[in-house]
């Protein structure tokens, strides 16, 4: 089992940035994958980016060149850096983690709101 709790969400008005983080309960090293997705109100969640055991980030159309997501300086910790950020981000921001798969999909965190206000 692996446990993920984010942090980081917030309110921020449209053009502004937040920087989601994901604490896993082991090392994300001895995972295939960790990810980001995101589900608005009425909507499927989605995937918004990933990042395989290579280290190469692959993102989601809509935030690609807005949001980087990176590893963090120690073992446990994926973050996800928002720019640009648009009334259309919002929503619950959910990491995962993926034991075998890739995007991930066998571990989640609680969520965490992301509300951009236009």
């Known amino acids: 089992q692996v446990q993920l709790v984010e942090s980081g969400g917030g309110l921020v008005q449209a053009g502004g940035s937040l920087r989601l983080s994901c604490a896993a309960s082991r090392s994300i090293f001895s995972l295939n994958a960790m990810g980001w997705y995101r589900q608005a109100p009425g909507k499927q969640r989605e995937l918004v980016a990933s990042?395989?055991?290579?280290?190469?980030?692959t993102y989601a159309d809509s935030v690609r060149g807005r949001f980087t997501m990176s590893r963090g300086n120690g073992q446990n910790t994926v973050n996800l850096q928002m720019n640009s950020l648009k009334p259309e981000d919002t929503g619950v921001y959910y990491c995962?983690?993926?034991?075998?798969?890739?995007?991930?999909?066998?571990?989640w965190g609680q969520g965490i709101q992301v509300t951009v206000s236009s």
């Open positions: 995962a983690a993926g034991k075998l798969t890739s995007p991930p999909r066998d571990y």
């Open positions: 990042i395989g055991r290579g280290g190469t980030a």
